[in-house]
């Protein structure tokens, strides 16, 4: 038995074998698996590899608690004769928290039989400063029927009376050396609480950095472009989104716009809007016609990100006289009120053919004519497929709905309708499309 602590056992059980004293003894060598295992965190602001060299143990602070001045200076002097460094001791089992919570001991070697106040009634009083369960505390008994009741109270090893030299050198290097691990780890977890804390909340910094950056690339204001009143709406369904609309005059007064939602969300769906709104508004403003926007915009999608795709791109001018163009590439239809016969046309996309080298053919532009009244609404696909707590679909057809029994009254009614339906809708359930809409009437 002797033999196997020197060689540095954490524990023995001693044949035959208790139940109890075994489950008690495999959670304690449990927890010095755990500590030790867990280690292995990398170094980073205040996380630290953990090592224990023979210096930590040797001079790491021992309580000796016995209520007899004999065996504490017995005790004392074993200690320092094996070359342990800072060695404190007290006759006084009531004192003994009051120290611990003061100089916090690496480990207490406790006497169970005393007067006043035994040890097991210590130990119920150190739980109380060692909140995470772990009491470092050897217990020093002459009863072996005391041992498995103070493993079970939390202590972590036992020596019997009388004391032997070489037992009791091997028992407290290996409880020292879980000790100081133990501790070592638990400051390590809150360094390393404290650098994730510190990350998130950077990381919190930066996104919403990103989000008002990318909020900051759509239009400030709508033009309201003589006859025409036009509105726009954007609710990403994460913090950074990957639908965007825009919407300016030219210099011949044609107003030209677009609505485009990418396939994918988030940072990288929003790096890519905002390199495409970029090259959209230099096409935009140089009078470049809507194919060659069109053509431009694949390019570049195809050459930056070719795992993106649009589903939902939607070109448009319109002039003074109401006549324009449009292309329309995606999964949903646009949709286009006519005031005069209060119906709704349905303004569908086209179906992009690929190439070999992995580009799309050109879509053609298709004539746009608006009249007094007319309503032109184009939508992302997010928002037909808002979803509501039963995981029911809003759907093109509900959408339509609010546009036929709402368009009469303009296009500043439409919009609040569209924003009521969404919010009576969903009812705050997470969604997973970006919702943006743009509605074009001309007024007069």
């Not at 044949?15 to 304690?28: A, G, M, R, Y």
């Not at 050897?138 to 029927?145: G, Q, S």
């Not at 570049?300 to 939902?312: I, R, S, V, Y």
């Not at 992009?352 to 992302?380: C, M, N, R």
Request: negative net charge.
């Amino acid at each position: 038995m002797e033999e196997g602590v020197h060689a540095g056992f954490f524990r023995y059980l001693a044949k035959p074998i208790q139940v109890h004293e075994f489950l008690d003894t495999w959670e304690c060598c449990s927890e010095l698996r755990h500590t030790d295992t867990s280690s292995g965190v990398a170094r980073n602001k205040g996380v630290r590899k953990i090592m224990i060299d023979a210096a930590d143990i040797l001079n790491a602070p021992i309580l000796v608690v016995d209520d007899k001045e004999a065996n504490v200076e017995l005790l004392q002097g074993m200690l320092r004769v094996a070359g342990y460094t800072s060695v404190h001791s007290t006759t006084d089992p009531k004192a003994v928290c009051a120290l611990h919570r003061k100089n916090r001991y690496s480990l207490i070697l406790l006497d169970l039989q005393m007067p006043e106040m035994n040890g097991f009634q210590v130990m119920e009083g150190l739980k109380e400063i060692e909140t995470d369960g772990y009491l470092p505390v050897l217990v020093l008994t002459a009863h072996p029927d005391h041992k498995l009741r103070a493993l079970e109270a939390g202590a972590k090893d036992f020596l019997s009376k009388p004391f032997d030299l070489a037992e009791l050198r091997a028992r407290l290097h290996n409880l020292l050396e879980v000790r100081l691990l133990h501790l070592e780890s638990k400051a390590n977890s809150k360094a390393l609480d404290k650098m994730m804390k510190e990350l998130e909340a950077s990381r919190q910094r930066e996104l919403a950095l990103a989000q008002e950056t990318q909020k900051a690339l759509l239009p400030r204001f709508i033009p309201q472009l003589g006859n025409y009143k036009i509105h726009a709406f954007n609710n990403p369904t994460r913090p950074l989104g990957g639908s965007f609309y825009d919407i300016l005059q030219r210099s011949s007064g044609e107003c030209v716009g677009v609505l485009a939602d990418l396939s994918s969300k988030g940072m990288s769906a929003a790096l890519f809007g905002a390199m495409m709104q970029g090259a959209l508004r230099t096409k935009f403003r140089t009078g470049m016609e809507l194919p060659q926007i069109r053509d431009g915009l694949d390019a570049l999608l195809h050459e930056k990100a070719p795992g993106l795709e649009f589903t939902t791109l939607f070109l448009f001018t319109v002039g003074r006289d109401g006549t324009g163009q449009f292309i329309s590439v995606g999964k949903n239809p646009a949709h286009l009120y006519r005031a005069a016969t209060k119906t709704i046309e349905q303004l569908v996309p086209d179906v992009p053919v690929p190439e070999e080298d992995g580009s799309f053919t050109s879509s053609q532009p298709h004539a746009l004519h608006l009249e007094k009244g007319d309503i032109l609404v184009v939508s992302s696909d997010g928002f037909a497929d808002v979803e509501n707590l039963r995981n029911h679909r809003f759907g093109e057809e509900r959408l339509r709905e609010i546009i036929q029994r709402e368009a009469h009254l303009g296009s500043d009614a439409l919009e609040k309708s569209f924003l009521k339906a969404i919010q009576d809708f969903t009812m705050g359930t997470p969604q997973t499309g970006d919702i943006t809409f743009v509605i074009v009437e001309k007024s007069h």
